[in-house]
C-alpha cells in the first residue's frame, strides 16, 4: 500500500464542484463525457502537481496528503480552505467612461479586465458600473472528487509540469544534474523560481534560463492543475 507524503510529486485526476454540483473544473475526461462537458481538443492528461507546494487551493493540498495511491476521494473545502471569502473592499464602482472608452457597453454578469484584474459587472446604473472583483468562486464551499494515479519521480515530467503551471509552458532540457528552462525571467526572480523549482527535483542539482531562440520544444502533457487564484 502506496501512500503519499509532503513533497511527493503526483499525477491528479480531479473534478471541482461547487456544493450545489455544479462542475467548474475538472481533468477526468469519463465524467466531462458523462456530463456533457467533453469537448475535443480539450486536456484531459492528469495534473502533475506537488504536495505541499500550493500548486492547488490550499484544502485540497492539504488533503492530498496520506492518501493511498490509486484510490477515490472527496473532500469538502469551507471558502477559507478554497477560493476565500468575499471581500466588500473589492466591489468597485468604476465610471461609465472608462467602458466607452474601450468602446464596450457594461451589462450585469459581464466579464471585465482592468489593470490585471477580472471582476464581473453587477449593476448599471446611469454613469456608474459596480464591478466586484471577487474570484467568482469566493465565498462558496467546494468539492473536490479526486484520485492519485500515481507518485512521478521522473524529473523531466515533473520540470515540464512546473513550465506549463508557472512559466508559460516554456521548453526544458536536462543533461546530467542540469537543467535549462529556455524561458526569460528578472534577474531578481530567478532564484527565487531556482529554490521553487530545485526542491521538487531528485537528480537536478542546477537550473539555469536561457532566453536563446534555439529553444527546446515545449511540454505537450502537463495538464494545468486547478488553482487557487
Do not use: C, W
Not at 484544502?59 to 476565500?84: M, N, R, T, W
Not at 527535483?201 to 527546446?216: D, G, P, R, T
Amino acid at each position: 500500500m502506496v501512500k503519499t507524503k509532503k513533497g511527493d510529486t503526483i499525477k491528479l485526476i480531479f473534478v471541482g464542484k461547487t456544493e450545489d454540483g455544479k462542475i467548474f473544473d475538472l481533468n477526468d475526461e469519463s465524467v466531462a463525457k458523462e456530463e456533457g462537458l467533453y469537448r475535443e481538443g480539450d486536456d484531459y492528461a492528469p495534473a502533475v502537481v506537488t504536495i505541499g507546494e500550493g500548486d492547488v487551493v490550499k484544502g485540497l493540498d492539504e488533503d492530498l496528503e496520506g492518501k493511498e495511491v490509486g484510490k477515490s476521494y472527496e473532500v469538502v473545502l469551507s471558502p477559507e480552505k478554497a477560493f476565500g471569502k468575499r471581500n466588500p473592499s473589492l466591489f468597485r464602482l468604476v465610471s461609465a467612461a472608462k467602458f466607452k472608452q474601450q468602446k464596450v457597453e457594461p451589462y450585469p454578469g459581464m466579464q471585465v479586465n482592468f489593470g490585471n484584474q477580472v471582476g464581473i459587472v453587477k449593476t448599471v446604473s446611469g454613469g456608474r458600473v459596480m464591478v466586484d472583483f471577487n474570484h467568482p468562486l469566493a465565498g462558496r464551499k467546494i468539492v473536490y472528487d479526486y484520485k492519485i494515479e500515481s507518485i512521478v519521480d521522473d524529473d523531466k515530467e515533473i520540470l515540464q509540469s512546473f513550465s506549463k503551471m508557472y512559466l508559460g509552458n516554456a521548453g526544458v532540457k536536462i543533461e546530467g544534474s542540469k537543467a535549462t528552462i529556455f524561458t526569460q525571467i528578472p534577474k531578481e526572480l530567478q532564484e527565487p523560481v531556482k529554490k521553487k523549482i530545485l526542491k521538487r527535483l531528485s537528480k537536478v542539482k542546477e537550473i539555469e534560463f536561457n532566453s536563446s531562440k534555439n529553444k527546446a520544444p515545449a511540454a505537450k502533457d502537463a495538464k494545468t492543475a486547478p488553482k487557487n487564484k
